[in-house]
């Protein structure tokens, strides 16, 4: 969301910003348990476009989980950027203040929705903590439910740290695969296995072939020389008519 103002009123700053008149996407998950694979799709796409243009700027978002979507004019927006962090370069006064609330091993963010990295306090975290976050947020969508519901706090950032998720189409047998795999994908424990921008997220959602295996194979037989058809035709009409003049 755009920032309409900033300013200082006597010894307090203050930044407007629009007023969101619309549901959050946990009231639209109440609502709708599990939702629509259209629907679910399009406010992935919504999100991580939103996300990746943060991303783009240096900011990661530390705290992604459905009351912080909320939906304008019917398009989902990312809100409360509150924890978020800058990773450029930044003044020494914000550099002080970035320290002073987020200090190494202290775990930011809302456990349900947690990165592993989060969990266990790595201050190095960087926007591939928000895309693990996206793919709780998206198997929730689907399912009705987060990977790891109906534990303590304790327990769901163990289970973020070391646990693999039940695979989504093992829970809703409709999701289709593509879909299924970018969110396992987000779901990767280690960063570097889960898509390394929020724009991957958007592409594959975008991209009518999908992704993982299906997309490879896609890929694969695209790549094959346009004449090969013919001349596995062509070799197979030439051996019947051998065959039958044998005959």
């Known amino acids: 969301m755009p920032l309409l103002h900033a300013g200082q009123a006597a010894e307090s700053l203050f930044y407007t ?66 924890i978020g962090k800058a990773l450029s370069a930044a003044t020494a006064a914000a550099e002080q203040e970035s320290r002073r609330i987020s200090q190494p091993g202290m ?50 950032m163990a289970a973020h740290a070391n646990q693999r998720p039940d695979p989504v189409r093992g829970k809703r047998s409709d999701t289709p695969p593509p879909l299924a795999w970018i969110v396992m994908k987000c779901l990767e424990k280690a960063p570097a296995d889960r898509p390394q921008s929020a724009l991957e997220i958007v592409q594959t959602l975008k991209d009518p072939r999908g992704s993982g295996a299906g997309a490879a194979q896609g890929s694969l037989l695209d790549r ?5 058809p013919w001349a596995i035709a062509a070799a197979a009409t030439g051996a019947a008519l051998f065959f039958a003049a044998r005959r």
């Open 224 to 228: 094959l020389p346009k004449w090969l």
């Open 107 to 156: 775990s930011l963010g809302t456990p349900m929705y947690i990165s592993p990295e989060q969990a266990v306090g790595d201050p190095s975290l960087d926007q591939r903590a928000d895309i693990y976050s996206v793919g709780v947020m998206a198997y929730e969508m689907l399912t009705g439910h987060p990977p790891f519901a109906g534990r303590s706090a304790q327990m769901i």
């Open 17 to 82: 910003m629009p007023l969101v008149d619309g549901e959050s996407l946990r009231e639209r998950i109440n609502r709708e348990r599990p939702m629509p694979i259209a629907t679910v799709r399009q406010i992935l796409i919504e999100i991580s476009s939103a996300l990746a243009y943060a991303h783009e700027l240096g900011v990661v978002h530390r705290d992604i989980k459905p009351e912080n979507v909320m939906f304008f004019h019917g398009t989902a927006v990312v809100l409360d950027f509150g």
